[in-house]
């Protein structure tokens, strides 16, 4: 079992930046790729950022040169450094890890409880 917390959440205005944190505990050491997924209110929820654990990423387009993704294995973190936001960037955004078997098939994984950025003008 994988536990999730985020943090990092709140509010900014447009063109501001904000940093998330994942912290993760529990059975770490199968998990091969983490990332950030975001929800708008009515929409569906959207692949953010990944890492897998060759250091391999993977961006939305419209976060490509805004977000970056980060890991720290030695602490168990994850962050999403988060600059120029802009009022599409508000949603909850939620922690994600997993057991993949190649890049198709999805062993199990693990959610966070999310944490809310909403961004202002």
């Known amino acids: 079992q994988v536990q999730l917390v985020e943090s990092g959440g709140g509010l900014v205005q447009a063109g501001g930046s904000l940093r998330l944190s994942c912290a993760a505990s529990?059975?770490?050491?199968?998990?091969?790729?983490v990332g950030w997924y975001r929800q708008a209110p009515g929409k569906q929820r959207e692949l953010v950022a990944s890492?897998?654990?060759?250091?391999?990423?993977k961006y939305a387009d419209s976060v490509k040169g805004r977000f970056t993704i980060s890991r720290d294995n030695a602490e168990n973190t994850l962050s999403l450094q988060m600059n120029s936001l802009k009022l599409e960037d508000t949603a909850v955004y939620y922690c994600?890890?997993?057991?993949?078997?190649?890049?198709?098939?999805?062993?199990?994984?693990?959610w966070g409880q999310g944490t809310q950025v909403t961004v202002s003008l």
């Open positions: 994600n890890a997993a057991r993949m078997l190649g890049t198709s098939v999805r062993v199990y994984e693990y």
């Open positions: 529990g059975s770490t050491g199968r998990i091969n790729v």
């Open positions: 890492i897998r654990d060759d250091g391999i990423t």
